[in-house]
């Protein structure tokens, strides 16, 4: 494979230190708010679960179905996104999700019956499903080719940073109103203020989309080649030859033509192979259970003697370890390549899953209330850390990095927004199944989620592709 991690169009006489490399990872960092926001709502709803359950007086499985509602919505939001972002542009689909956000954020936490707040979780799961598809695809976009990967898992780390905030803040809150969800803070109750608080981050995303310029790529396409020659430069050193670039960029564009559903259809297997792997890599990525190691977090601390009142903090400690590993993924995802690194993660994954398994064998009890001997509970701690760290220092950013470079031009916006559906949608499935699949066999569950990360092992050798190195308008 020839590597373009050098060439001129990467930047300058040295293409591995762009000249303007803060400029371009403060543009990536706005971008990537949107991963921000969705760590942020995953997580900070889970503070709020037993509150919304006694306040609304609702059944769990009728809890469950709201809590994944915005999970039905991201899915929406990432199959449109990819269309609107050609006609509109990448940062107006941003501001759009900022307003998604926002109003989500207030409708949530004053909502007057229990499908208003679905309601309301269906759109900031909109907006959140938007910026899923915006965040990954506008950063491969603006990021010169020899830091492409790393940039590119600002998405994630923005993420696991979300979901550890929102941990903080709902500690904070819950203190604030001495350890009760329906504690009265400013005439408002303390769940409403966990997900009222959402508005902060939501606005902010807003106000740094209008300090962050569009995508040269996008400016090409609707003929302002000044101002992308003028974005160039900006991210790619001053030295580079902005008119060669715009030509290579417009010659791809122009050899294409703006990507559609119909598009990605191709043979007998309905969509092209291309789609198939992206959409295979987005439901691999949540088959593994990574969301049920943060559904349960509370009740494993429980099973092995900690303090219910405490699980939020000993939660945080799980998100500490998520944030370590994705550290770890930005700093080997351009050395050692996609591949290699989403192979090390499915490895340790299979393993550190099957160890959970075995521990939760020994359980007593059922749903939240359950048991394990001492050193049973502590190889389940060990384990769920384990998964976690693979997870993160892998799939979790691995998967944004190549939805974001693997499509080829032609179909890059609507295969992505076809991939980010597909990974809400098993991410909705993982979120509904998982409270029955423990109160059958919790240890099972965790041996499905295990067999998952077995066979994502074959499917990474064969048919996913390597695209270190590469520009974008080499993926073909």
Sequence with gaps: MTSTANAPAAGGGNASQPDHLGHVIFITAAAAMGGFLFGYDSSVINGA???IRDRFDVGSAALAQVIAAALIGCAFGAATAGRLA?????????????VLFTASAIGSATPFALWDLAMWRIIGGFG???ASVIGPAYIAEVSPPAYRGRLASFQQAAIVIGIAVSQLVNWGILNL???DQRGEIGGLEAWQWMLGVMVVPAVLYGLLSFA???SPRFLVSVGKMDQAKTVLREVEGERIDADARVREIDAAIHSEHKSTFKDLLGGRMGFLPIVWIGIGLSVFQQLVGINVIFYYSSSLWQSVGIDASSSFLYSFETSVVNIIGTVIAMLFVDRIGRKPLALIGSVGMAISLGVAAWAFSFRSGVGDDITLPQTQGLVAIIAANSFVLFFALSWGVVVWVLLGEMFPGRIRAAALGVA???QWIANWVITVTFPTLSDWNLSGAYVIYAVFAVLSIPFILKWVPETKGKALEEMG
């Design 49 to 51: 679960v037993v509150a």
């Design 86 to 98: 050609d006609r509109i542009g990448r940062i107006r689909c941003m501001q759009i999700a900022a």
């Design 128 to 130: 959140i499903g938007m």
């Design 177 to 179: 109103a001495d350890g």
């Design 212 to 214: 962050i310029p569009e």
């Design 420 to 422: 980010a559906a597909a």
